[in-house]
């Protein structure tokens, strides 16, 4: 038997993230309102991710694990981008910067540009 953890989108943009034996069953589940008191006030729900595990242990692992992410990691894995799954496991303070669009590529040198002001006279 298989187990499953997933991740919902629910309508206003958080996630809920969960493990089931029967991911069909949970779905309808959680799409009739009555299941979950956090997913039914915020339908329409979408399946954002999934995965399978061989015991019922690993799914729930890995259900608390993903529950304490930041939306950042959320969405890298829901996207399988591993670059910024990567990226948001470290700690801020690891980070470059807060945005991986200024960055550059990942793990590249940082380089520090110094540029004088003109509006300073040079008294030399």
Request: aromatic share 12%; proline share 4%.
């Amino acid at each position: 038997m298989a187990f499953w953890t997933y991740m919902l989108r629910c309508a206003d943009g958080k996630f809920y993230t969960g493990h089931t034996d029967d991911l069909e069953r949970r779905m309808a589940e959680h799409g009739s309102g009555g299941y979950c008191k956090f997913t039914s006030v915020r339908r329409p729900l979408e399946l954002a991710w999934c995965e399978t595990f061989p015991t019922r242990e690993e799914a729930l692992s890995a259900e608390f694990a993903v529950k304490k992410w930041s939306q950042a990691k959320k969405r890298a894995l829901i996207a399988g981008d591993w670059k910024k799954l990567s990226y948001f496991s470290k700690p801020p303070k690891e980070r470059l910067s807060t945005s991986l669009e200024t960055n550059g590529e990942i793990g590249a040198p940082k380089t520090v540009r110094v540029e004088r002001s003109r509006d300073i006279e040079n008294t030399e």
